[in-house]
T-cell receptor, first 111, second 119 residues
């Protein structure tokens, strides 16, 4: 199956800082999603982005499918941005609906 | 409305108990999923239902038994679990998945999870 690698594994930011999270994947994808998991375990959809660029407020994401990576940008970070960020992909040769998650990036934003 | 609901929020059960987890969505989605997430790990897919039929079983032990009684509901029946089955169980749904839905992949939406402890 498809392999997903996220970096960095941990990130500590001061409030107001910007950051970039990376997701590399080993094969073509049908689906790529970015999630934020809050401390209570809820997975919050950030982006559905198998290719291209999207923006939502202080967050934006870019997927370069031909080069097999995606980037999540957090600008002007806030303490509420703390949590784990997951990239999840569905490989083009995998069964439809089978999302493979990366190990996640643990983000801590300090006041 | 992109809401998936799960009950109960927390569950403690003994190894000889039988219990069920429930998941519901009213978005008209025709694919539903169960994931298991251990502490400090990413979610792992367990089962996929597409058009109320089981389409993926990721070699899950038979002590976990899924059921999809209709297009809005998904259950996970638990029996004779082990302490290592303690985890967060997440349900998700999407518009459709699989050949019946055509050659397209759709965004998955997750419920808040059931935190299960097996004693």
């Amino acid at each position: 199956g498809i392999q997903v690698e996220q970096s960095p594994p941990d990130l500590i930011l001061q409030e107001g800082a910007n950051s970039t999270l990376r997701c590399n994947f080993s094969d073509s994808v049908n689906n790529l999603q970015w999630f934020h998991q809050n401390p209570w375990g809820q997975l919050i959809n950030l982006f559905y982005i198998p290719s291209g660029t999207k923006q939502n407020g202080r967050l934006s994401a870019t997927t370069v499918a031909t080069e097999r990576y995606s980037l999540l940008y957090i600008s002007s970070s806030q303490t509420t941005d703390s949590g784990v960020y997951f990239c999840a992909v569905e490989g083009a040769t995998d069964s439809w609906g089978k999302l493979q998650f990366g190990a996640g990036t643990q983000v801590v934003v300090t006041p | 409305d992109t809401e998936v609901t799960q009950t109960p929020k927390h569950l403690v059960m003994g190894m000889t108990n039988k219990k069920s987890l429930k998941c519901e969505q009213h978005m008209g989605h025709r694919a539903m999923y169960w994931y298991k997430q251990k502490a400090k790990k990413p979610p792992e897919l367990m089962f996929v239902y597409s058009y109320e039929k089981l389409s993926i079983n990721e070699s899950v032990p038979s002590r976990f038994s899924p059921e999809c009684p209709n297009s809005s509901l998904l259950n996970l029946h638990l029996h004779a679990l082990q302490p290592e089955d303690s985890a967060l169980y997440l349900c998700a749904s999407s518009r459709r998945a699989g050949l019946a839905g055509g050659n397209h992949s759709y965004e998955q939406y997750f419920g808040p999870g059931t935190r299960l402890t097996v004693t």
